[in-house]
């Protein structure tokens, strides 16, 4: 059983920063694409956030010009820098590393923005 291991969340006032991480085992981080996803109250679980194996990145709309997705190959760790938090980026976070042959997700990070 392959486990991700994801820390950082926490509560934060609008206007704050916050940054997430997720280690995998060498083995998967070195050969997976990495995404962010968050899952808000009542909402489906979306990507927000990814970077692949050779580093290209990608990011939602919602999370672009504030959210930063980055990996660390000596620590087999991705991180994501949000920064400019607001209200509506209220959600459990979670990393997944992925191929087309397999897929893991982290246990999730609450982050909730409020004053």
């Known amino acids: 059983q392959v486990q991700l291991v994801e820390s950082g969340g926490g509560l934060v006032q609008p206007g704050g920063s916050l940054r997430l991480s997720c280690a995998a085992p060498?083995?998967?981080?070195?050969?997976?694409?990495m995404g962010w996803y968050r899952q808000a109250p009542g909402k489906q679980r979306d990507l927000i956030a990814q970077v692949t194996r050779v580093g290209d990145t990608n990011y939602a709309d919602s999370v672009k010009g504030r959210f930063t997705i980055s990996r660390y190959n000596a620590k087999n760790t991705v991180y994501l820098q949000m920064d400019s938090l607001k209200p509506e980026d209220t959600a459990v976070y979670y990393c997944?590393?992925?191929?087309?042959?397999?897929?893991?997700w982290g246990q999730g990070n609450q982050a909730p923005v409020s004053s």
């Open positions: 997944r590393f992925y191929r087309i042959y397999f897929a893991y």
């Open positions: 060498g083995s998967i981080f070195s050969i997976a694409t």
